[in-house]
């Protein structure tokens, strides 16, 4: 009976592992495809905070871009790109009223935010700006409490003060004591993106209310085509120029339908593969991408403060990290 059992037994045991072994490879596959596409999410994030400021702020012979007619080419590009990515099958009227206005509402409150983030971007550091765009943050979690009642735990206290600090105290410090604490043109820059961060933290918490059922690509269609129509008519009615070198456009595509558009689209492969928490985890090193080309691509200078203001807000959101996938 022994040699009979033994004989049934060790098939199943190499079954089993060998079950096992495929799971696991199954398992790490996943993980690394999740992961792959945070950190490309991350470097395309960083590129389309950085990339943007030589056209803004012009050269000898070119003034610069204005920030409204950036953004109309830039939504307009993604509104198009998006609309070749959905399928046919997926008519637009499946989105519902409620939701197709909760988009309008959050593509007008983004081309807001994101003309004030390049507009801050022209007049201060991209450095300082990589570190400052963290601050929506902050705004995500006051609107959230105040307007919606989220109350605070006591233990979120620590977290959100060094978010406060990396993101905004130690950046706006550092412009002010290299200006002999005057508000200079760096620390208006400061503000403006700070300001930014205020309405994408008002654009965080109307997303709450849309359909989980939406396609992403649906979403990013219609906000890109909102943002493009509203501020492609704010240029033809304030006369803003959308004259440009053409040797920019590259940087405007990549920017624009890489950085703002496909890394959206990244963020969810790595939500499907690896969860929303590891995702936020690892898409928050954008802020260290984007110290890293201000550098490399710019040549600006980075100091140790710079640092330090990175690996508090990396330690806030890990702290943080399962309230900001509730």
């Not at 395309?44 to 000898?60: F, Q, R, S, W, Y």
């Not at 109350?151 to 977290?159: D, G, T, V």
């Not at 940087?251 to 928490?277: P, R, W």
């Amino acid at each position: 009976m022994q040699v009979v059992w033994k004989l049934f037994w060790k098939p199943l045991t190499i079954i089993k592992s060998i079950k096992s072994t495929i799971t696991g490879h199954k398992k790490l596959k996943r993980y690394s495809i999740g992961f792959l596409f945070a950190i490309l999410a991350a470097i395309l994030g960083a590129m389309a905070d950085v990339l943007p400021k030589p056209i803004l702020e012009g050269n000898a012979s070119f003034s610069g871009l204005n920030p409204i007619a950036m953004v109309a080419i830039i939504y307009l590009l993604n509104s198009i790109m998006f609309t070749g990515l959905l399928p046919k099958k997926n008519p637009v009227n499946e989105v519902g009223i409620r939701n197709f206005l909760l988009l309008i509402i959050i593509g007008v409150t983004e081309i807001i935010a994101t003309t004030i983030f390049y507009l801050g971007l022209k007049n201060t550091s991209a450095v300082n700006s990589a570190i400052l765009g963290n601050s929506d943050i902050i705004f995500t979690s006051i609107i959230a409490t105040i307007i919606f009642r989220e109350a605070l735990q006591r233990k979120e206290y620590f977290s959100y003060s060094t978010i406060l600090c990396g993101s905004i105290i130690i950046p706006v410090y550092i412009d002010l004591a290299a200006n002999n604490y005057q508000i200079s043109q760096f620390v208006y820059g400061d503000f403006l993106i700070i300001f930014a961060g205020l309405f994408y933290g008002i654009e965080m918490n109307v997303y709450r209310y849309l359909s989980d059922k939406i396609d992403a690509k649906r979403i990013l269609q219609i906000i890109s085509f909102v943002g493009g129509i509203v501020t492609i008519s704010l240029v033809f009615l304030l006369q803003i120029p959308l004259e440009f070198e053409f040797e920019y456009m590259p940087t405007i595509l990549i920017s624009g339908m890489l950085g703002i558009g496909i890394s959206v689209l990244f963020i969810v492969v790595a939500i499907k593969n690896i969860g929303a928490v590891r995702t936020i985890l690892i898409f928050s090193t954008t802020t260290l991408f984007g110290i890293i080309f201000s550098h490399i691509i710019l040549n600006e200078k980075i100091i140790s403060l710079h640092l330090i203001a990175f690996v508090m807000v990396f330690i806030g959101i890990i702290l943080l990290r399962t309230k900001m996938t509730d």
